[in-house]
């Protein structure tokens, strides 16, 4: 099994991550709650993790179901979701998955965290937006990437709906950070319209791929799609 290094590190007073060398879950702590945003891409101590950053009660929350985000979620009582993403979990016959839609808010106390629907990276997808602080905690639908986009359960069409959807909010300062799963944070809004470059570019038949440097078991001609600062594996 690969191994990971596992860190905690503060980002603000609110903010936390458990960083895997760049695969990370972020913790959200409110005046009597806190928010756990995913479990990590390896197996390791997260109860001990989530315990050096608060003794408040967690509401934990899942951003979507791929593995490298899931590794730690046995250790959760419930966990929220989107209900689009139950179908990807059914080896998780034991957890008590919640569904939640867009628009539900989570309130820790002083900290409102609300869903966002943000499909076509997985049918599920969700990213959760303090409107507040006008920061959206993403999951994998944005960062400077590479974002996956290639094999079962993608949806290049809906992504597309999203990023529109976000080059919206953020058009109108809904938030102006954006805090991903993967790569840099925190990312600059900026980031949506590169991404939804190279998604009219691959539908158009313009975009014009890379060796990505890597394989990809089980699926052939993975490339990769860039543009500005942002890739896309498709």
């Known amino acids: 099994m690969e191994e990971f290094c596992t860190k905690v590190e503060k980002i603000t007073e609110n903010i936390y991550v458990i960083d895997q060398e760049m695969v990370r879950a972020y913790v959200i702590v409110g005046g009597n709650k806190a928010l756990c945003f995913d479990f990590g ?27 490298d985000h899931v590794a730690n979620m046995l250790l959760a009582d419930k966990v929220y979701l989107s209900p689009n993403e139950l179908d990807l979990l059914k080896d998780y016959g034991s957890m008590r998955f919640i569904s939640v839609e867009e628009g539900h808010v989570f309130d820790l106390g002083g900290v409102e965290l609300e869903v966002v629907y943000t499909p076509g990276h997985t049918p599920g997808s969700i990213s959760l937006l303090w409107r507040s602080k006008r920061i959206l905690f993403s999951g994998d639908t944005l960062s400077y990437g590479p974002v996956y986009m290639f094999g079962p359960a993608r949806d290049l069409e ?3 709906n999203t990023l529109n959807k976000l080059l919206d909010m953020s058009q109108k300062k809904i938030f102006f950070e954006i805090f991903p799963s ?3 944070f925190p990312a600059d809004p900026s980031i949506i319209k590169d991404l939804l470059k190279i998604v009219e570019d691959l539908e158009t038949g313009k975009a014009v791929g890379r060796d990505p440097g890597r394989t990809f078991p089980g699926i052939e001609d993975v490339r990769l799609f860039c543009s500005g600062k942002c890739g896309i594996l498709y």
Do not use: Q
Not at 49 to 64: G, Q, R
């Open 41 to 67: 891409v390896a197996l390791t101590d997260f109860k001990k993790c989530l315990k050096e950053i608060t003794d408040l009660p967690f509401i934990y929350v899942l951003s979507h179901s791929d593995r």
């Open 158 to 160: 809906k992504y597309k």
């Open 182 to 184: 993967h790569n840099l």
